[in-house]
């Protein structure tokens, strides 16, 4: 084995691994109750629908048999790509169906941004906080990541200006545009055009990470920062919606990405799995019950998310927070409290959640947690909030 860890490769050495993800393994515990994980509510993932979508899917003919039971395009079938620009084009105002790759769900479209524009040593911007998801394959690039703080409005972009002006020169700029992972913030409209303006003053990709966009609680939709550049690309997913078992994703860019993007994605899959592509394809195309089903997603997160601000507004005397207004996640400061010291207490009280410092590379949110109301219902939100409480009380 040790000749082995001798072999492996700078880009598997430098993903490594982490000391809270290690510890959330704790999460299989037997009435464990978690905040922690992105997971959809079960009552979202109903498999009826699912399985009516299936035999459609599989009684489309074709000249090789059934194309959900084939092999396909490296950028995903010609309908479901359709359906995604009709979508982006009506909030970006430019979209076709030529732009989109659909990848194996929206994590992919990352990794693959990270293979065709990162070299080791290069320079992003992330988010701070970050999505994990995306500090892993920025990290497996060799990149140099430089945070940006984010606040109640999303990325700073004064901040990210002022960095710019004083000479960083990333080759991408990352960022969750609506109800942030982890923050729940929503980048304002004010700078979604200021960041488009900054990325083609300064010539760098605009990431723009979307899978919660639907799962707004109310109010209306903001345009992506790809309405204000061609230099954004925007990554969809079915994850949040439909299901993350299907991964699939989309990315949504232009020609010269694309290109480099579809021969990394060859190297990695061939294609996205075309039978759930197919699936994807049939759910999202039935657009009554598409938009009944989001419609009854929107008021369950927004019910949970009323229930666990409650519950953190009377049981956490020193929790302070910003409402999100759609998504999966509250954010919480716990002023005071090393969010990573707590976890074991909370681990042994029987609640997980996933402690700030995870979220960023520099040492910073330190006091913060990451509360998912997504995937418990009020009662064990409440239960896990106590037992948050009772944690507390002992670090
Ligand atoms: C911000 C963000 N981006 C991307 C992903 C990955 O989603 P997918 O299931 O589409 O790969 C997630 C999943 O939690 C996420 O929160």
Known sequence: MECIEGLLSARANAAGSSAIRDLLHLLERPGMLSLAGGLPAAEGLAPGPFAAAFERALRRGGPYGPPALQYGPTEGIAELRALVALDAQRVDGRSDEDDVLVTTGSQQAIDLLARVLLDAGDTVVAERPAYLGSLQCFAAAGARVVTIPVDADGLRTDELERELRAGLRPKLCAVVPNFQNPSGATLSEERRVYLGALAEHYGFVVV????YRALRFDGDELAPVRRHTELAVTLGSTSKILAPGLRVGWVIAPAALRAPMVRAKQAADLHTSTTTQYLALEMLSDHAAME???????????????ALSCAVGQELATATFTPPRGGFFLWVRLAGIDTTDLLPAALDEGVAFVPGAAFTT????RDYARLSFASLAADGLREA???LHLAIMKV
Not at 208 to 211: G, L, Q, S, V, Y
Not at 292 to 306: F, P
């Open 362 to 365: 520099a040492t910073a949110c």
């Open 208 to 211: 723009e990470d979307d899978p």
């Open 385 to 387: 909030v106590h037992r």
């Open 292 to 306: 009944e089903h989001v419609a009854r997603l929107r008021a369950l997160y927004a019910q949970r998310c009323h």
